[in-house]
């Protein structure tokens, strides 16, 4: 049996997509120290991206394969 890494695994992806929105936050909150809605607007996109990680693997890409 092949060992994978541990960032392929489930596990791992959630990791990632957590750290991904942490750094999204700190970028939401630089803009608003800024009083800059660009920066916050790409913080937001950001995050809601890595929200949505887990459900689109989930329900769109895995059940096709």
């Known amino acids: 049996m092949e060992k994978k890494s541990f960032f392929k695994t489930k596990e ?12 999204a936050f700190v970028i939401i909150m630089a803009g608003l120290n800024t009083v800059n809605d660009t920066v916050c ?20 890409l895995k059940p096709k394969k």
Do not use: D, N
């Not at 791992?12 to 750094?23: D, E, Q, S």
């Not at 607007?41 to 769109?60: C, N, Q």
């Open 12 to 23: 791992g992806g959630l990791t990632i997509a957590f750290i991904v929105i942490m750094i």
């Open 41 to 60: 607007l790409a913080g937001f996109i950001i995050m809601v991206a890595a929200m949505l990680y887990s459900p689109v693997k989930t329900f769109i």
